[in-house]
């Protein structure tokens, strides 16, 4: 008798992307709806313990658990390894949903003593998927460029979750370090440089030459942009943490570093091959790419007129809202969103594949999206995210209200579309089995 193997036993696709993904959007509509329902709270001064809940829930509930959640899922397409998934990695990810729930729920009633408990579950889950991706790097038949990218994103999260215990234990009186306005920008910037940009970048530059598709790109590009995004990360953070003159230096090195990946798209673009026969009309997981690209030039624009044009304090507080908007979700949540497009109906393929023995194939992959549902996302994530933007400029209540029930309904229609194609999937396994 042949031995037949189960998915959990290391040949159909993991199912952690499932709970990973579900999570992830409904932080996503959490976050908004916050906004939605409190928006007074969210007006004025942006460093106060509220505002710190929905923008956790969007950098890590919606961002980093979605990175993991993919991670598991995208392993043998990007890596060529799959990342190997055991009784741990459920508890990871149990921890991971925990832990941001407890440090939520404690931002909220301001209990940094409880936060404190309640990260030690998000940092045991980073722990735990990044020496999974580790070490499936290594064996990982790819350039060099992608694993400095997806090894130094790992590495800077971990420093940004110490960076963020060492606050927390600061507001305590249990340490000092430093001003506290300078603590939480440095705080942002290596989480939105050198973990979330660091990740897109390593993973897009696998992925993109099969969304387009393209031929690979070669060369040195992934390499450079891996260490110049690393560098001008670590020196944005030194600098904003210790006050060092830095920091205009390390910025032009991470403009250095977009460019270079700019390149290296460009040469895609430039080589095209013939797309696969579903995929007709608009490309959707494109749109939301470029326009995630967009929002990236904006947001370095904005950043570097921060440091080369003369703001005063006033303006410049007003504006740092509008460029953490532009950044985490112009261009890092968005691209969420495109990837999605392309990944979640061939997870679900694959899942749908395994569940038959690899003997009865479900339908193509390209038969299981909804153009109307990606139109419908593109469109509010593309009205939303400029609009919230200015209700934040303009100090507006009665706008932001709107604006965040838009995104809301995004990441709803986005939460329907992934549940969807997974019963569209497990529907045409079983018709092919019947026929």
């Known amino acids: 008798m042949a031995h037949s193997t189960s998915p959990s036993e290391g040949r159909g696709p993991s199912r952690l992307p499932i709970y990973y993904f579900n999570f992830s959007h409904l932080a996503l509509i959490a976050a908004f709806l916050c906004l939605a329902i409190f928006p007074q709270s969210a007006m004025g001064f942006f460093y106060h313990p509220w505002m710190m809940v929905p923008v956790h829930l969007v950098t890590l509930g919606w961002i980093s658990s979605s990175i993991f959640g993919a991670l598991y899922m995208i392993g043998p397409m990007a890596l060529r390894r799959r990342l190997p998934e055991g009784r741990l990695d459920k508890v990871a990810m149990v921890a991971y949903i925990c832990g941001l729930g407890g440090m939520l729920a404690h931002f909220w009633i301001v209990s940094y003593g409880g936060m404190l408990w309640s990260a030690c579950g998000v940092i045991f889950a980073l722990c735990v998927v990044g020496w999974r991706t580790l070490t499936a790097l290594r064996r990982a038949k790819v350039a060099l460029g992608v694993k400095l990218h997806l090894g130094f994103g790992f590495l800077n999260f971990f420093v940004v979750a110490l960076l963020g215990v060492t606050m927390a234990f600061a507001k305590l009186g249990w340490g000092w370090l430093g001003a506290p306005l300078s603590n939480v920008y440095a705080h942002f910037h290596l989480a939105a440089l050198g973990w979330v ?111 080369f044009a003369s703001w005063n304090e006033v303006d410049r ?33 694959l899942l749908a594949l395994a569940d038959g023995g690899f003997e009865v194939p479900p339908a193509s992959p390209h038969g299981f999206p909804q153009r109307g549902v990606h139109a419908t996302i593109f469109g509010l994530w593309t009205l939303g995210v400029p609009l919230l933007a200015f209700a934040f400029l303009d100090q507006s209540p009665s706008l932001l209200v709107p604006a965040a029930l838009v995104l809301a309904s995004a990441g709803l229609a986005s939460l329907m579309n992934f549940r969807h194609i997974l019963r569209q999937a497990k529907a045409s396994l079983q018709q092919k089995a019947g026929e």
């Open 197 to 307: 940009l660091m990740m897109i970048f390593g993973v897009a530059y696998r992925l993109l030459p099969m969304w387009i598709p393209a031929a690979m790109p070669k060369g040195p590009a992934p390499l450079l942009s891996a260490l110049l995004l690393q560098v001008g990360s670590l020196g944005v953070f030194l600098s904003l943490l210790l006050d060092r003159p830095w920091l205009k230096l390390s910025s032009l090195l991470v403009v250095g570093a977009v460019v270079t990946f700019a390149t290296s798209v460009i040469w895609m673009l430039r080589h095209r091959k013939p797309r696969a026969r579903g995929l007709q009309g608009l490309d959707f997981s494109l749109l939301h790419a470029a326009q995630a690209m967009l929002y990236l030039l904006l947001t370095l624009g904005l950043g570097l007129s921060f440091l």
């Open 317 to 349: 507080l007003a504006w740092i809202p509008i460029y953490a908007i532009l950044g985490l979700l112009g261009c890092a949540a968005q691209m969420i969103f495109g990837m999605a497009v392309r990944l979640f109906p061939l997870y679900a393929w």
